[in-house]
């Protein structure tokens, strides 16, 4: 356990990354302090109350015991006060939260997983999460995964923070699409087997870090079967710093593919101009309805016999987010190991841009992409 920082004193002047304790309580302490080491966090302890004004405005999180609870309630409210109990029977203490302007009333060991998210929320500095985006073929071969690489490097360049998530282990590789498939950095089959809570910073430092985005691929060997549960945690925390996830999904849904799924914000179905290619995303479609209701039609134009995306998307009774056009060069750039999306003028970029533009207006950018 890190030794946390007491009373007034900072531990080498490094600012804290988990919350302000205020207790006197040593058993009520102890149990907070393993609990910060658990997340990754270093808190300050206060064993006096009420705690300097500065310490109690700037924590993440407050975690006030109910020793101590009166001797704070004459300082400014502010939102993340969380009032440890002590004693099941004291009914009292509900009166002590609200004039503490406490958000919860918790008990230990009961309360012990909720709040050991809370304070790996609070020393990640957790905001809102990513908008993600799933993107899957209405038949094989539509061009899915080119299209997620290119909205993953167009969000990169313009300075999102951005994780492409390869969800397709039959695709061979997304880390291939973006000439990576040697960076440094963890695959899928090591954390295949991921349960329970994993942490966003730490996933993003581990991740190939490539054209100013992060990416989890597949490595070169055998895939191994991702369990819901690891994809479930792994997409959590690939999403909890923010910015913009893209998720490239295999066509056949999988528990795995369907967990994935259900985590999207929204879903793109890249579909080719072609009659038997909109009988194909048809069957498609409707698996994806079973689990997101926002799904929209890319079309990829043209068509042998001039099919219009309007009326693709039309008869497959979703919203119509672009036409594809041909790129001239984006099958050599591939195999060049240049990304989809790396020409600015190509036809990719301008849809990604146009997209992103429409779907991410409120996302502030961030100089220098992924931190």
Do not use: N, Y
């Amino acid at each position: 356990m890190s030794t946390p920082i007491t009373d007034h004193g900072q531990a080498g002047g490094a600012a804290p990354t988990g919350p302000l304790i205020v207790t006197q309580d040593d058993a009520l302490a102890e149990h907070l302090l393993r609990l910060c080491a658990a997340a990754g966090a270093d808190p300050i302890l206060v064993r006096s109350a009420p705690p300097p004004r500065a310490l109690w405005a700037a924590a993440g999180l407050v975690l006030v015991g109910d020793d101590l609870a009166e001797h704070c309630t004459g300082l400014a409210r502010r939102s993340g006060v969380l009032l440890l109990g002590l004693d099941l029977d004291d009914s009292e203490i509900w009166v002590r939260a609200v004039q503490l302007g406490a958000e919860h009333v918790l008990f230990l060991p009961d309360a012990e997983s909720w709040l050991l998210d809370r304070i790996a929320d609070a020393a990640e500095g957790v905001g809102p999460p990513a908008l993600t985006v799933a993107v899957l073929g209405g038949r094989g071969g539509a061009g899915a995964s080119t299209l997620a690489c290119a909205l993953a490097v167009s969000a990169a360049r313009a300075g999102h923070r951005t994780v492409l998530v390869d969800a397709d282990p039959l695709g061979g590789g997304l880390d291939v699409l973006l000439g990576g498939e040697a960076a440094s950095g963890l695959r899928w089959p090591d954390l295949a087997g991921s349960r329970g809570r994993v942490s966003g910073t730490e996933l993003v430092k581990a991740l190939p870090a490539l054209h100013q985005l992060v990416a989890l691929s597949w490595d070169r060997g055998d895939a191994p079967a991702v369990a819901p549960e690891a994809m479930r945690s792994v997409l959590a925390a690939a999403r909890r710093p923010g910015g913009l996830v893209v998720v490239d999904l295999p066509r056949h849904l999988d528990p795995a593919a369907g967990q994935a799924l259900e985590q999207a914000d929204l879903a793109l179905l890249v579909v080719p101009a072609e009659l038997r290619a909109a009988a194909a995303a048809d069957r498609v479609a409707a698996a994806v309805r079973m689990r997101l209701t926002d799904v929209r039609a890319v079309v990829r134009a043209p068509g042998p016999a001039g099919l219009a995306g309007a009326e693709i998307a039309r008869g497959l009774r979703m919203p119509l987010a672009g036409e594809l056009p041909h790129e001239p060069g984006l099958v050599l750039d591939i195999e060049r190991g240049t990304p989809p999306g790396h020409r600015r003028k190509g036809p990719l970029a301008r849809f990604c841009g146009a997209f992103l533009a429409e779907v991410m207006p409120s996302v502030p950018a961030l100089d220098g992409g992924v931190s």
